[in-house]
């Protein structure tokens, strides 16, 4: 029947023209000019004739498949119980519909004149063409959702016509349905005081009493248009049930409550801080809470002061713009300093690792790490890159030293080293793809992070010990303090004080940025120990090339919104120039940001600083940086100078905007 069908529908007529054609072209080269006219002529009659009789034959086979339809459809007491129609499936033309898709359309007199995409506008028959039955995309027709099968009818013979039969389910209420459960699902919501206890310090019982309902009118406020189930769980812990229907409402407004709970502060003035972490799709209440107590603690490592959703991918973030605040408590410090001094001593053997291009606060608080394993009676190694780093000058002192030959390796030796009891710290970094060596922490199932970035999505895990405390100035000052209440004085070498000492001024600039309480206790412990802060001087200073250089970058920046300062180089630069001009552009008055971008092989290496209300580690995440509120930095792979310069305005642009 498909032979029959095929036939009467496209006959192959193209090789008779062919033929015909070549006659009249040989009359015409044989000089027969009557002969080719009248050959041409009868041609044209011919093709003519040909096109009338293929356009009858079209009507002829559409009204036999119509009528072989109604005929089926009557004999049977009823058509099928879905729209289908007939369609070709080079140019759509509609060859057969039954009364079901013909009373959906509208277009039942017309019908046997019509294409398929005048019916349904973009809808691609490509699909079938390409073999599959079901369409990828749903059809829309009367404010009613179809799914859409098919199936291809070929010819027996060689013609090539193709043929798509076409059936619409209504899922109308399935998709409804589906969508409503979709809406209706929990999210689970996990509301933290940042700084409670230091709100309530020093209060009466009857101040306490007082700002927790003032806390709690705000919560309450912020929930009442959810529907949802409030709990307090602590004195500074909520939990929160809604339905995801109301999470959109949440972003849009940005969360509102962040910033609602600044207007809430103690009688000495300091306002509220709040975080969120919720999670979102988990496959039961356990695991969404799961994913909202991941979130909680990807805020705090981020600062506090921010919302972040958790779902089954990845997470975001929302807030967190204002600068950290110091909630950090000794206590923890303490207890990781026991923690890690204990797994010291079990393993077989230690590695200290920092990220790539080390600079002087890696260096500093992995030269600390290792006086906690000697204090241990376990050698360490620090895993770093001889060649490429920032801390060349204290290295060579570092070598010098006795206890310490032949201390530094490579990432590859490390590897041929490490055995199943052994044990990875990284310091200053907690993003896999910015270790020194990422095989090695890879291979070492035990991983210790000590760290003071803001942690990013993809930070390391999983982790045995973790001190990421984002408040801190810098890995050296965590460091510092994890030897207070492991080691005694004179366990601490005096290039081991001073390699601190330089992490802590090279990442405060000196005690001019980022810098709290805790790190002035630092310093001044590193000051008993024998640092010496103009030895330590004498190790970030430039030679008269290198000076020369950093102005010349520094003449090179244009102004953006009249206090952003951005450097774009088009030729190479060294890490420690780079930073040093971003630090040195916010001496100019009226500069708030600097941003230095240079080219460095494949990549386009980006140093931020900041001093007033820019989060340049906000800036430069969506570029893949990292980083503090002050300082951060990015690596963009793949990118030149100008490409990564467009989108880093973006990016500014879209911080300023929100």
Same mark, same amino acid.
């Given at each position: ?248 409402? +949440?972003?849009?407004?940005?969360? $509102?409550?962040?910033? /609602? *709970? ?7 003035? #300091?306002? @509220? ?122 290295? +060579?002192?570092?070598?010098?030293? $006795?206890?310490?030959? /032949? *201390? ?7 590897? #041929?080293? @490490? ?133 010349? *970058? ?105």
């Amino acid at each position: 029947m498909n032979r029959k069908l095929t036939r009467l529908f496209r006959p192959g007529m193209g090789g008779y023209f062919l033929v015909m054609g070549a006659f009249c072209v040989a009359a015409l080269v044989e000089e027969h000019y009557w002969l080719a006219a009248v050959e041409t002529a009868v041609t044209l009659l011919v093709f003519i004739l040909y096109i009338m009789n293929r356009t009858f034959r079209d009507r002829q086979i559409q009204s036999f498949v119509q009528s072989a339809a109604n005929t089926l459809e009557a004999t049977s007491q009823g058509e099928g119980p879905l729209p289908a129609v007939l369609v070709r499936l080079g140019d759509g033309g509609i060859i057969w519909a039954n009364h079901r898709f013909s009373e959906l359309t509208g277009y039942a007199d017309g019908m046997m004149e019509q294409h398929l995409d005048e019916i349904l506008p973009g809808f691609s028959t490509d699909w079938l063409a390409a073999g599959k039955t079901e369409c990828p995309e749903d059809a829309t027709m009367s404010n009613r959702r179809y799914r859409v099968y098919g199936s291809v009818i070929r010819g027996d013979d060689n013609l090539g016509t193709l043929l798509g039969v076409l059936y619409f389910s209504d899922l109308t209420e399935l998709y409804q349905i589906r969508d409503e459960y979709v809406r209706s699902r929990p999210v689970v919501c996990i509301i933290l005081i940042d700084n409670y206890e230091e709100l309530t310090k020093n209060l009466t019982e009857s101040g306490i009493s007082t700002l927790n309902a003032r806390l709690g009118d705000a919560i309450t406020q912020w929930t009442d248009g959810f529907h949802g189930l409030l709990r307090k769980l602590e004195r500074n812990r909520y939990l929160f049930i809604f339905e995801k229907r109301d999470l959109q409402t +949440a972003v849009e407004n940005k969360f $509102s409550l962040l910033e /609602d *709970i600044h207007e809430i502060s103690n009688p000495s003035g #300091l306002p @509220a801080s709040i975080s969120l972490g919720l999670g979102v799709d988990g496959a039961s209440f356990e695991e969404s809470f799961d994913f909202a107590s991941l979130g909680i603690e990807m805020a705090l490592s981020r600062g506090g002061d921010q919302a972040v959703i958790k779902d089954r991918v990845n997470f975001s973030f929302y807030g967190g713009r204002n600068r950290e605040a110091d909630y950090r408590s000794k206590v923890r410090s303490r207890v990781t300093a026991n923690s890690l001094m204990e797994l010291i001593g079990q393993s077989s053997h230690v590695f200290v690792m920092g990220h790539k291009n080390a600079d002087l606060d890696a260096l500093g608080a992995a030269v600390g790490m290792c006086c906690l394993c000697r204090k241990r009676g376990k050698k360490a190694n620090i895993v770093i890159d001889l060649e490429r780093n920032a801390a060349q000058n204290l290295i +060579a002192e570092v070598m010098e030293d $006795s206890h310490y030959k /032949d *201390i530094f390796i490579s990432g590859q030796d490390a590897l #041929l080293m @490490a055995d199943n009891r052994s044990i990875l710290i990284v310091v200053d970094t907690n993003r896999p793809d910015q270790v020194e060596c990422k095989p090695l922490l890879e291979a070492i199932s035990k991983v210790c992070v000590v760290d003071h970035h803001r942690r990013a999505a993809d930070y390391i895990n999983p982790v045995v010990v973790n001190l990421h405390e984002p408040y801190a100035s810098s890995a050296s000052e965590l460091v510092t303090e994890l030897l207070v209440y492991s080691v005694e004085k004179q366990d601490v070498l005096p290039i081991e004080s001073k390699a601190l000492m330089a992490g802590i001024c090279l990442d405060t600039k000196f005690f001019n940025v980022r810098t709290g309480e805790r790190t002035f206790e630092a310093a001044a412990v590193l000051r008993r120990l024998g640092a010496d802060t103009t030895e330590v001087k004498k190790l970030l200073q430039n030679d008269f090339q290198d000076t020369m250089a950093k102005y010349q *970058i520094i003449k090179s920046s244009r102004l953006y919104r009249q206090e952003i300062a951005i450097a774009a180089l088009n030729t190479t630069t060294t890490r420690v120039l780079a930073a040093q001009a971003a630090d040195e552009l916010l001496n100019i008055s009226g500069i708030t940001a600097s941003f230095v971008l240079y080219p460095d092989e494949d990549q386009v290496i980006i140093s931020a600083r900041s001093i007033g209300s820019a989060n340049v580690q906000m800036i430069l995440e969506p570029l893949g940086g990292g980083g503090n509120t002050a300082t951060a930095g990015a690596q963009v792979k793949n990118s030149t100078v100008k490409e990564t310069l467009d989108r880093l305005v973006e990016s500014i642009d879209k911080f300023y905007e929100e």
